[in-house]
């Protein structure tokens, strides 16, 4: 069945990197996304990648694809304090629906 | 275009009225998703819609929910006789394909 994990939190300071983790069940996923959501609203999208990828970097961003290991990583470089959110991860399958199965999110705690 | 709108960002109700919540995606988008997300969840899906069609619904989707996109824009989604169980961010999405971007969501509070 489809089911992706993720740990509830992680506080890392204000400079350092930020890694969350993320496992997931179904290996027929299409794409596998990170979003974010800050308290009260919805959700940004703030990276995705086809899961015949393994890197993908954008910015601040890196994102880190095990397909053997189901396993998929966001790593924020140089954390700030407006990057604490949660942080959910999520994977679509197919060309139809493109139904989205998300994590229960990990809150990220910047100390400054 | 400002992105996913949705109306009303709260609404309080009480147990058994009906409600109504509306969604306009970013214009050209023909996919229309909802979802609903408790506290401390992530999203759940409910349904989606390509333009018009409603293609695919969830089971979490009762009797008492239903949806529409006429004419293949904005969507609305009501739920009848409103359950306490049923309080919950109820966020709309839209995508032009791979990609879905997330409006602010409605809290509904039913007591």
């Known amino acids: 069945g489809e089911d992706v994990e993720q740990s509830l939190f992680l506080s890392v300071r204000e400079g350092d990197s930020s890694v969350i983790n993320c496992t997931y069940t179904?290996?027929?996923?299409?794409?596998l996304y990170w979003y974010k959501q800050e308290p009260g609203a919805g959700l940004q999208l703030l990276t995705y990648?086809?899961?015949?990828?393994d890197m993908k970097q954008d910015q601040r961003l890196t994102v880190l694809l095990n397909k053997k290991d189901k396993h998929l990583s966001l790593r924020i470089a140089d954390t700030q304090t407006g990057d604490s959110a949660i942080y959910f991860c999520?994977?679509?399958f197919g060309s139809g629906t493109y139904k989205y199965i998300f994590g229960t999110g990990t809150r990220l705690k910047v100390l400054a | 275009d400002t992105g996913v709108s949705q109306d009303p960002r709260h609404k309080i109700t009480k147990r058994g009225q009906n409600v109504t919540f509306r969604c306009d995606p970013i214009s050209e988008h023909n996919r229309l998703y909802w979802y609903r997300q408790t506290l401390g969840q992530g999203p759940e899906f409910l349904t989606y819609f390509q333009n018009e069609a409603q293609l695919e619904k969830s089971r979490l989707l009762s009797d008492r929910f239903s949806a529409e996109r006429p004419k293949g824009s904005f969507s609305t989604l009501e739920i009848q006789r409103t359950e306490q169980g049923d309080s919950a961010m109820y966020l709309c999405a839209s995508s032009p394909g791979a990609e879905a971007f997330f409006g602010q969501g409605t809290r509904l509070t039913v007591v």
């Open positions: 990648i086809f899961s015949n990828m």
């Open positions: 179904d290996s027929s996923s299409t794409y």
């Open positions: 999520a994977e679509s």
